[in-house]
């Protein structure tokens, strides 16, 4: 008889809690970055209909990653198995996460020279671009907590 690869989940109200920082973290970094994309669509700054179409289609995209990921920690929150292979799943979402704000990071060097040449119009650029390190790293943090809260409790286990 082959073994079981089902999870198994169980219900634990203090399980629950043990994520709620780390899903809130996640939640509202997801959302700053998708946020940061507004200061970028308006007929003042960008003035074709496609380009303002990638701003709001990538800010909403980054939303529901938000809600995706609130949703997957609350599912993992419930799980008893397999938390040590998820743990390093979620350092590498971390570490994916520091790397795009890193990359968000070169943007801001490139809007700043642009802005010192004397094309005031990027401040809005400077602004999304900010909103995204900041929204990545409170990303990055929210991951990283969560692994490590998952690393805690096998150890209590």
């Known amino acids: 008889m082959q073994p079981s690869h089902h999870v198994q989940l169980t219900f634990s109200p203090t399980r629950v809690r043990a994520l709620r920082s780390q899903r809130v973290l996640v939640l509202v970094g997801f959302l700053l970055v998708g ?3 507004i200061p970028l669509v ?3 700054y960008f003035q074709a209909a ?3 179409f990638y701003w709001v289609a990538t800010g909403v995209g980054f939303v529901l990653l938000g809600v995706g990921s609130w949703m997957w920690l609350l599912t993992l929150s ?3 198995e397999g938390q040590s292979e998820l743990s390093r799943v979620l350092l590498v979402f971390a570490v994916a996460s520091l790397v795009l ?3 968000n990071l070169g943007l801001i060097n490139e809007a700043v020279d642009v802005y010192r040449r004397g094309f005031h119009a990027v ?3 400077l602004l ?3 909103l995204s390190v900041f929204g990545f790293a409170v990303v990055a943090l929210g991951f ?3 692994a490590r809260s998952l690393r805690a409790q096998l150890r209590r286990a």
Request: net charge neutral; proline share 4%.
């Open 35 to 37: 946020v940061s994309n």
């Open 42 to 44: 308006g007929p003042d």
């Open 50 to 52: 496609s380009q303002n």
């Open 78 to 80: 419930h799980r008893i």
């Open 101 to 103: 704000g890193i990359a």
């Open 123 to 125: 401040r809005h650029l």
């Open 128 to 130: 999304s671009e900010s």
């Open 144 to 146: 990283w907590s969560a």
